[in-house]
């Protein structure tokens, strides 16, 4: 419950899953497919983890592993970690995968996910500590939320440590205040 | 699908910068509030339905007691994502009071809906009365300090007349440089209106 108002983690909840319903449900409108508000027993239909979590809990659902962890992304993380564009399939990948992993029951997903972020991890550090802007923004596009978070964390240790060295104003205006006004105002 | 405006709204919130906020949404709050009146009462019809048709209300498992469910977990969600939305925004504020000082810039009031203005007004209220009982001004000092002294420039008209701490008056004209307190001082840097010199 810490993290109920944890706005990462609702997003993170928010991702589609596809379940099989294993029992029928009338009066909602979930199902684009049916007019009618009734939903069939083993009709597929596409609901947010926050909702098929709980259903499954209570064994009116069951769950398919999303695409964002078949077969095709084990294998392009076992090639050339680094460069697969995790932010596309799923920007809470590692968050993700933590909360699929014991609601699935597949017990490669923790593996996987532990070998794609050490790989990742050593790219993220070489190039958070030393590179310019422009060359990361295109590295920066294929980072989940969760690596960014890092990246950012060691970008801003690297500017204090060059304001420190260098010494200048140590009070600053509040960043909330954005830019000066315009002269006319 | 269910959950998609609550969801935005919190989205909205991680779209700003951090610390900076985008005005209140309250048209989408609104939408948000009326989905979760309107899952309310669809979840009144099924439970009706159920006992019309002489079923017990708390044992059964059957089409309606799921569709039930699902439009009680979808209330529940839409609730958490409001009440995230208005806690984190209230964050927000309170750490103005820190960074600016006890009067909001026009610029930020506007992205405030007049709730939120009351909750800073009393905060700030609260943080005074405070700070006034144990004779300690807890606003100063958000940077460890060097010296007592610092020497500053200032960048808008403030205007003369100006009552610093030790009681003397100073004129804070554009472009002029001043040898003040440090604690006079920050509040002034923070908001923008004069800069520290160094060397």
Known sequence: MAKYYDIDDIITEEEILSV????????????PSSE?????????????FWLSHELQLRQVVSINIPSCFDQKTRLEIQADCASVDLRSRCPFFYEFGCKIAPVVGDRTIGFLLLSAFKNRYKEILTKAHSAAFSSASKFLSVLTKEEINLYDAAQSSMTSFKKWRMGGPRFQKASVLGRKRRSTE | MYGRKACQLVKELASGEKGQLTPFNSDLFEQVVA??????????????????????????????HHGALIRHLSLVRNKRCLMAYVYNRAETIQSFLWKI???????????????????????????????????LDLTVDMVPPKDPYIQVRVLDDIGDGIVLSDDKTANFARHSMHFLKRTDAEQFISRGLMEELTG
């Open chain 2, 35 to 64: 989905e979760c009146t309107q899952h309310h009462l669809e979840l009144q019809a099924l439970i009706r339905k159920m006992q019309e048709e002489g079923l017990d209300v708390q044992t059964t498992r059957n089409a309606e």
């Open chain 1, 36 to 48: 009618t508000g009734y939903i069939e027993t083993g009709s597929k239909v596409e609901v947010p």
């Open chain 2, 101 to 135: 000082g006890h009067v909001l810039p026009q610029e930020i009031e506007e992205k405030l809906c007049h709730l939120e203005v009351e909750y800073f007004k009393k905060h700030s209220a609260a943080l005074k009365s405070y700070m006034s009982k144990m004779q």
């Open chain 1, 20 to 31: 099989i319903f294993q029992k029928a449900a009338s009066g909602v409108g979930i199902d």
